[in-house]
């Protein structure tokens, strides 16, 4: 399954950026919850819903070239963080990237990527576990808008 994933927030930024409607500007503000940088490039799947937090479904993209804010980039799911509160993030790859392009599943990821995720949300969250890309697949077409 291929799909479009829109980045909020570069791999290495601390800075949390949405988009406003109103102004069709991003507004970026302080992470609210951590001071570590994001550990992948973080942000959302366009046409998905996520009624833990009310927005579109999250995603965190692996890939070595370098993305920005508002890049809309296509990428392959491979796993799925599922957390306590609901709050899933689908873990992806960019589907062109030369060192993450041809990874297909969770345990094809190099376990230093996990760890890194793993100690990003538990410097403030409880983790929860992961799922396979099969997990990941299934909460993408259960969070389809119709």
């Not at 990237?97 to 100690?119: F, K, Q």
Request: proline residues 8%.
């Amino acid at each position: 399954m291929d799909i479009v994933a829109v980045i909020e927030d570069p791999r290495g930024s601390t800075i949390r950026h949405h988009w406003d409607p109103v102004s069709e500007q991003w507004v970026a503000r302080a992470h609210p919850h951590s001071a570590e940088p994001w550990p992948a490039s973080y942000g959302y799947i366009p046409g998905t819903w996520n009624s833990a937090d009310n927005g579109e479904l999250d995603v965190l993209v692996l890939a070595e070239t370098p993305l920005e804010t508002g890049d809309s980039v296509r990428v392959r799911p491979v796993g799925l963080l599922q957390r306590p509160d609901g709050d899933d993030k689908v873990l992806a790859v960019m589907i062109d990237d030369p060192r993450y392009g041809s990874v297909t599943r969770l345990d094809e990821v190099p376990r230093g990527e996990i760890d890194a995720i793993v100690a990003w949300f538990a410097n403030w969250s409880e983790v929860g576990s992961w799922q396979n890309e099969c997990g990941a697949i299934d909460r993408i077409s259960a969070s389809r808008l119709e």
